[in-house]
């Protein structure tokens, strides 16, 4: 909306004082525009449902008397109002009072601004400019019968709010272009961004940071609604975000997609962190229930400054205070998957970890058998493993003294269950916790099943967009 400025609040102009020239801003990003400031891919996001066929063209206008009755070569006032250069109608109103006219201006004639703002700011604004011209009708005979005045303009359309990509732990921005999401993002013709790239740390840091990121994003789109896609922990720190940060933005959350979050954590953590822990302060370590070598790969995994929030017991905790707490209106939806596409029961082939190989430096180079082996550990753990539990006691050595020992033990699930080798698929979907505010599910298994990499690929893309315009079209800026 613009309430002043050229071609505004001038009196009662005439023909001679004309034309009245209006500039409206706009500074909505939408994507890549021609040298003109017109969207490249107007018509084909409009035919897709993503951006309104008009713009609604509002000006409140003084004393049109098209309607007057003359003597020729006399004519009423016509005055004739153009949107960038190309004519949209005339106005009409009444002698002495003031009429709302309206315009529908095909969204291909709408300029746009050429990139999204940076730091924090709102686009650079396109400029859409108004012109009307005054009188035309009497231009023929040079008399000048009528005048009008125009006191605000403004300019309303529907278009998709952007989606905006928030990794994993121990991961960056460009994993979502790794695994094949972004592609399909500018192939749907919907805007996006995955500049977020969190150092690994809590769940309580990263939610900070996103409070801070989320925001500067939006408003580089300049735009109060956003869809949130979440790859593992980033649906943690994206759900704490929600709970403790987001009242008070200047945009709303329409909706929050996770693939293969653990939000009932997971057992693997849980494994890595009672070893980092037990062997910090005993004297030896031990495993009971676990595949042969589960102690040799806990050791090499190691456990990161994000671990600790992947536990089921830390997501127990989290859920029971942070389910409760979710804004309304945010449309959730989750996604998981089983990375054991054979149906071998194992994890056997290069197929099943070739997308995994990209985010580990420990399998890149590996050959096919030991990186297969590897991961299949860490899947049969998860498969059969729901949390666990330590034991302790003291041995007596040969010569005297004691050895204090920590047994970690496998505490087992009812029955064996799928998982993407880092996230079992009840986890993913939130069953029992975050399950009661999810909308739409999705899970990948046998022949289309997915590891905990390739869960965010482009398929999996297409499986969420159109949960994306379910929320857009219910309360977004599409509805």
């Known amino acids: 909306m613009v309430n002043s400025g050229g071609g505004l609040d001038t009196g009662c102009t005439f023909r001679s004082g004309g034309p009245l020239l209006i500039d409206v801003p706009i500074d909505r990003y ?5 040298a003109n400031g017109f969207l490249i891919d107007a018509t084909s996001m409009r035919n897709a449902g993503l951006l309104s066929e008009f713009a609604n063209l509002i000006l409140p206008v003084f004393d049109i008397d098209n309607l007057a009755d003359v003597t020729p070569p006399d004519q009423p006032e016509i005055d004739r109002v153009s949107f960038n250069d190309a004519e949209v109608g005339f106005l009409s109103g ?13 969204i ?25 011209d005054i009188d035309v009708g009497n231009e023929a005979t040079g008399n000048e019968l009528w005048c009008m005045s125009a006191d605000w303009v403004a300019i309303s359309f529907k278009a998709i709010s952007p989606v905006i990509l928030i990794h994993g732990n121990n991961s960056n921005g460009g994993f979502w272009e790794r695994q094949g999401f972004t592609a399909q993002l500018p192939q749907s013709l919907i805007p996006f961004d995955n500049s977020i790239s969190m150092p690994t740390s809590s769940v309580a840091t990263n939610s900070l940071r996103l409070f801070g990121r989320l925001r500067e994003i939006a408003a580089g789109f300049g735009v109060d609604s956003v869809h949130l896609v979440c790859h593992s922990k980033g649906g943690l720190d994206t759900r704490a975000y929600l709970q403790n940060f987001h009242f008070g933005e200047p945009f709303r959350v329409l909706s ?4 293969s979050s653990p939000h009932n954590g997971s057992s693997g953590a849980d494994l890595l962190v009672a070893q980092a822990v037990e062997a910090a302060r005993v004297d030896e370590v031990e495993f009971s229930g676990f595949p042969t070598f589960t102690q040799t790969l806990v050791r090499a995994l190691g456990v990161d400054a994000g671990t600790p929030n992947l536990t089921t017991r830390f997501a127990a905790q989290f859920n029971a205070q942070n389910v409760p707490a979710l804004p309304a209106g ?12 054979n149906n071998s029961l194992s994890i056997d082939t290069e197929a099943e970890i070739a997308a995994l190989r990209p985010e580990s430096a420990a399998l890149a ?25 330590v034991r302790y006691r003291s041995d007596t050595g040969f010569f005297g003294g004691t050895t204090l020992v920590a047994e970690i033990v496998n505490v087992p699930t009812a029955a064996p269950g799928g998982n993407d080798t880092l996230v079992t698929i009840p986890s993913a979907m939130g069953a029992g916790t975050l399950a009661s505010r999810v909308t739409n599910t999705a899970v990948f298994t046998g022949a289309n099943g997915r590891n905990h990499s390739n869960i965010a690929n482009g398929a999996v893309a297409a499986t969420i967009l159109p949960w994306i ?11």
Request: positive net charge; hydrophobic residues 35%.
């Open 256 to 259: 929050v997609s996770t693939c």
């Open 108 to 132: 291909e004639r709408l300029k746009f601004p050429a990139a999204p703002g940076v730091g924090g700011a709102r686009p650079a604004p396109a400029m859409n400019r108004i012109r009307i």
């Open 469 to 479: 315009l379910q929320a857009e079209r219910q309360n977004g800026d599409l509805k």
């Open 330 to 341: 945010i449309l959730f939806n989750t996604v998981g998957g089983d990375a054991d596409t």
């Open 365 to 389: 180079s590996k050959p096919t058998f030991v990186a297969t082996t590897v991961v299949n550990r860490i899947y049969q753990i998860l498969r059969t493993t729901s949390t666990v539990e």
């Open 94 to 106: 009444l002698h002495g009072e003031w009429k709302l006219n309206s315009f529908q201006i095909p």
């Open 30 to 34: 939408l994507g890549p525009g021609d």
